[in-house]
């Protein structure tokens, strides 16, 4: 009886084992999203949301992990994808004006050319695309220069965030010791 168990486990574990997924590992440079309003599906649960959000963003989160981000990882001058992996993912559910341009409701990607002293944000056409490495300068909708400032404390991990304003909210963007504000109108 004790031999029938034993081989009846085994066979089970075999099988078990078997039927295992191989799952990738994961990302070294998770996927976030943030939203206009601020937390706004907390806020649908909560019943107290438009009906849809301002603007949706889905962007890829690389860290520092002791190297240095600008002028080096992400060099300066060259197109930037604004994060890691596939290009920044910009959805507006209305139209907007970003900077001092109007952009119709639609989906874009977004991309930046940071230099020293400002980052040119771009945003663009073109969809569904990894990394800036097919970007198609013919295709943007958008490019204004931004100045950059110093974060009084490093940041590990690329982050975006909206921060309201009178007249809209500011995309805060910050990497390492820097940071930009992209002025959103509503």
């Not at 168990?5 to 799952?23: D, R």
């Not at 930046?112 to 490495?133: L, M, R």
């Amino acid at each position: 009886m004790k031999k029938i168990f034993a081989f009846a486990l085994g066979l089970m574990l075999v099988i078990s084992t078997a039927a295992q997924e191989n799952w990738p590992p994961l990302d070294n440079s998770p996927m976030d999203m943030i939203y206009l309003p601020v937390d706004y599906p907390i806020l649908k649960i909560r019943k107290s949301a438009p009906q849809t959000p301002v603007i949706k963003i889905i962007y890829s989160r690389p860290q520092k992990k002791n190297r240095k981000v600008f002028g080096e990882l992400v060099e300066y001058g060259t197109v930037w994808r604004l994060g890691a992996n596939e290009a920044t993912e910009l959805d507006l559910f209305k139209d907007v004006k970003i900077a001092s341009t109007k952009i119709k409701k639609g989906r874009y990607t977004m991309y930046a050319i940071p230099y020293k002293e400002k980052w040119t944000v771009i945003i663009n056409k073109d969809n569904d695309v990894w990394g800036s490495f097919a970007y198609d300068e013919k295709k943007d909708v958008l490019r204004t220069d931004i100045k950059t400032e110093k974060n009084t404390e490093p940041v590990e991990s690329f982050t975006m965030m909206f921060k309201k304003t009178d007249a809209g909210a500011n995309l805060l963007m910050s990497w390492e010791d820097v940071k930009v504000s992209l002025p959103v109108t509503l």
